[in-house]
């Protein structure tokens, strides 16, 4: 089993920062990609980043391109996601995931990744 916890969010400005934190405990996650989804309220689950099981690949959703960042730090068995500029259409129930395939490329779909944290809220007023 894998564990994973996301902690981080909060209630920010528009043009405000945050950083999510995803520890991941139990079975590893050094050798998996990992991502991040986000959910609206009457949303489905979406895509926001992913970084490959070395971090030498990354993948972003347009919407967040060149404004978040996902990182991680195995040693720590940590993965961030730092988010700037963030807009109140950024708000949403931010989840951190493991993808199911060792070694694997990066992935936009959910379908792929099988463990799941329980989400942290980030909420961008106007």
């Known amino acids: 089993q894998v564990q994973l916890v996301e902690s981080g969010g909060g209630l920010v400005q528009a043009g405000g920062s945050l950083r999510l934190f995803c520890a991941a405990s139990?079975?590893?996650?050094?050798?998996?990609?990992m991502g991040w989804f986000r959910q609206a309220p009457g949303k489905e689950r979406e895509f926001v980043a992913a970084?490959?099981?070395?971090?030498?690949?990354?993948a972003y959703a347009d919407s967040v391109k060149g404004r978040f960042t996902i990182s991680r730090e195995d040693a720590k068995n940590m993965v961030y996601l730092q988010m700037n500029s963030l807009k109140p259409e950024d708000t949403a129930v931010y989840y951190c995931?493991?993808?199911?395939?060792?070694?694997?490329?990066?992935?936009?779909?959910?379908?792929?990744?099988?463990?799941w944290g329980q989400g942290t809220q980030v909420t961008v007023s106007s």
């Open positions: 995931a493991r993808s199911g395939a060792p070694f694997g490329a990066v992935t936009t779909f959910s379908s792929e990744y099988d463990y």
């Open positions: 139990g079975r590893t996650v050094s050798n998996h990609a």
């Open positions: 970084i490959t099981w070395n971090g030498g690949s990354t």
